[in-house]
């Protein structure tokens, strides 16, 4: 009896105890205010042109969603994969070899695939340099100086790599420019022979270039009549959207869902067609990238290598 009547006396305390602590949990949960859904965005393009477009998809989705959220922009793709080790990324919009390291390190999770202008749901590389380099072939590129974007780019390295390699093509020197407009404009000012950068196909209704060109037409005007396509890669599923491992999956299904209706209005299409030239999103999974994972170790290139 003498035990019964301290708990009595000690019950509301507990209560109380315990009703503070779920509500002290409760307000650092992930998605709230004090501890925001971390979205980074890879640094494919102009930070600037990113971090101007990105705040009305973050505002759409806290209102769509309830979650809050905040933005992020690291130097370089290894970046982002080593912020979903450290669990700094919750989500990212991930070009595909490094969803493969990120998958393979951290167990980062696919969810939704990119859709590009002309309803494209898979991309390539294309090999480019001067109309007057006298550069024609691939075979014409052995001994030349040629850039790529970085170790951990698709478009950027790892596809036109394989290609490099299935040709025998071997240049004099290698250089990475980290962003495809750098590698355009590296060419166009005769700083490289050749490059490498992602490709997409002219836009259906006007015919205007799409390919990594457009990134540089704004700075040189005349990039299409100085700069040409000798080689396109083999095609490959889209950039993605992923997620960190242990998210709570009900809030991983929302956000997608979110991210889907955001790009089907009128300013969410425009806002992320100017950041990655978005247009849709669909659903993908892990085995929609076996293929790449088989080109990967045909060529020989190592994610571990890459990874380091």
């Known amino acids: 009896m003498r035990y019964l009547k301290y708990l009595i006396y000690l019950s509301p305390i507990l209560i109380f105890t315990v009703w ?7 307000k650092n949960a992930l998605g709230t205010k004090s501890n925001p859904i971390k979205f ?8 600037k042109t990113i971090t101007s477009n990105a705040k009305e998809l973050m505002d759409f ?6 979650y809050y959220f905040e933005t992020a922009v690291p130097a370089s793709y290894i970046a982002v994969i080593e912020a979903f080790g450290t669990d700094k990324a ?12 990120g998958h ?24 480019i340099t001067r109309y007057d ?26 596809l036109p790599k394989a290609l490099l390699i299935k040709h025998h093509i071997k240049p004099a020197e290698e250089v990475f420019a980290m962003k495809h407009d750098n590698v355009v404009t ?37 990039v299409e009549k100085v700069v040409k396509i000798i080689a396109f890669t083999e095609e490959t599923p889209n950039d993605l959207v992923v997620f960190r491992k242990n998210m709570p999956e009900d809030m991983k299904n929302k956000i997608a869902d979110a991210l889907i209706k955001f790009v089907q209005t009128p300013h969410g299409k425009e806002s992320l067609r100017k950041i990655y030239s978005i247009i849709g999103f669909i659903k993908t999974t892990d085995a929609d990238y076996d293929k790449l994972r088989e ?10 290598s890459v990874i380091k």
Do not use: H, W
């Not at 989705?61 to 309830?66: A, H, I, R, S, V």
């Open 90 to 101: 919750d989500i990212c919009i991930l070009n595909t070899f490094s969803y493969l390291l």
């Open 40 to 47: 980074y965005f890879t640094p494919s393009v102009d930070s």
């Open 104 to 127: 393979k390190k951290y167990g980062i999770e696919a969810k939704l695939r990119l859709v590009r202008v002309g309803g494209e749901t898979t991309f390539k590389s294309q090999i």
């Open 186 to 222: 590296m060419v166009y000012q005769k700083q490289v022979d050749a490059g490498a950068t992602y490709y997409s196909s002219p836009d259906p209704e006007t015919g205007e270039i799409q390919d990594a060109r457009v990134r540089v037409k704004k700075q040189f005007p005349d």
């Open 61 to 66: 989705l806290q209102k769509e969603t309830g």
């Open 20 to 26: 503070s602590i779920k509500k002290d949990l409760s």
């Open 133 to 158: 380099s006298g550069i024609k072939t691939l075979e014409d590129l052995n001994g030349k100086k040629f850039a790529f974007v970085d170790p951990s780019s698709t478009t950027g390295y790892v």
């Open 295 to 304: 080109t990967i170790v045909k060529s020989g290139i190592s994610l571990e």
